[in-house]
T-cell receptor, first 113, second 109 residues
Framework: ETGVTQSPTHLIKTRGQQVTLRCSSQ?????VSWYQQALGQGPQFIFQ???????GRGNFPPRFSGLQFPNYSSELNVNALELDDSALYLC????????????FGQGTRLTVV | KNEVEQSPQNLTAQEGEFITINCSYS?????LHWLQQHPGGGIVSLFM?????KKHGRLIATINIQEKHSSLHITASHPRDSAVYIC???????????WGAGTKLIIKP
């Protein structure tokens, strides 16, 4: 039990639709990172939020956006879904923006058809 | 060349065997993580290392900062250890995690 909860666990969407994935962080963890993991591959960094501001972003287009709330929960929004967006989406929370241990959620499995 | 390389990519062993998974990296790091991922996706952090050695139950992780190399060992392996083991390093320039491709471990009874 990591204290990080993601919802929903599974989701099926149609190409072109929009999706919102949610992450509830450990209490007090003010940094959250989101990752995309395609089948059979390692996770790819999408972006990171620290104190409700985006402070790092990977090689993902602007249709991937996020929010972090004062209660440390966060959202990942993906617009104009494409088939290649089908993946496991993981969030990880930690305290501070530097060198602290990360705790991962179970992930949301998104399938785009 | 990837910044984080793991070997082997796949490993099948019999129950009870001593398991070693290796990780080499080419960037400056502030810490190295070993993580475990079971089918279905959830990732569990096993160790975070910045030097030396850590032990937790049957798991041992070591890191050699000068050689930029880390190993994860499993003693008295058990079928429930079957999972993907991932090495990830935290860059000391932007503090982001750089991930290895993972090692798929299967322990047969």
């Amino acid at each position: 039990e990591t204290g990080v909860t993601q919802s929903p666990t599974h989701l099926i969407k149609t190409r072109g639709q929009q999706v919102t994935l949610r992450c509830s962080s450990q209490s007090g963890h003010n940094t959250v990172s989101w990752y995309q993991q395609a089948l059979g591959q390692g996770p790819q960094f999408i972006f990171q939020y620290y104190r409700e501001e985006e402070n790092g972003r990977g090689n993902f287009p602007p249709r991937f956006s996020g929010l972090q709330f004062p209660n440390y929960s966060s959202e990942l929004n993906v617009n104009a879904l494409e088939l290649d967006d089908s993946a496991l989406y993981l969030c990880a929370s930690r305290l501070g923006s530097m060198n602290t241990e990360a705790f991962f959620g179970q992930g949301t499995r998104l399938t785009v058809v | 060349k990837n910044e984080v390389e793991q070997s082997p990519q796949n490993l099948t062993a019999q129950e009870g065997e001593f398991i070693t998974i290796n990780c080499s990296y080419s960037v400056g790091i502030s810490a190295l993580h070993w993580l475990q991922q079971h089918p279905g996706g959830g990732i569990v952090s096993l160790f975070m290392l910045s030097s030396g050695k850590k032990k937790h139950g049957r798991l041992i992780a070591t890191i050699n900062i000068q050689e930029k190399h880390s190993s994860l060992h499993i003693t008295a392996s058990h079928p429930r250890d079957s999972a993907v083991y991932i090495c990830a390093v935290r860059s000391n320039s932007n503090y982001q995690l750089i991930w290895g491709a993972g090692t798929k471990l299967i322990i047969k009874p």
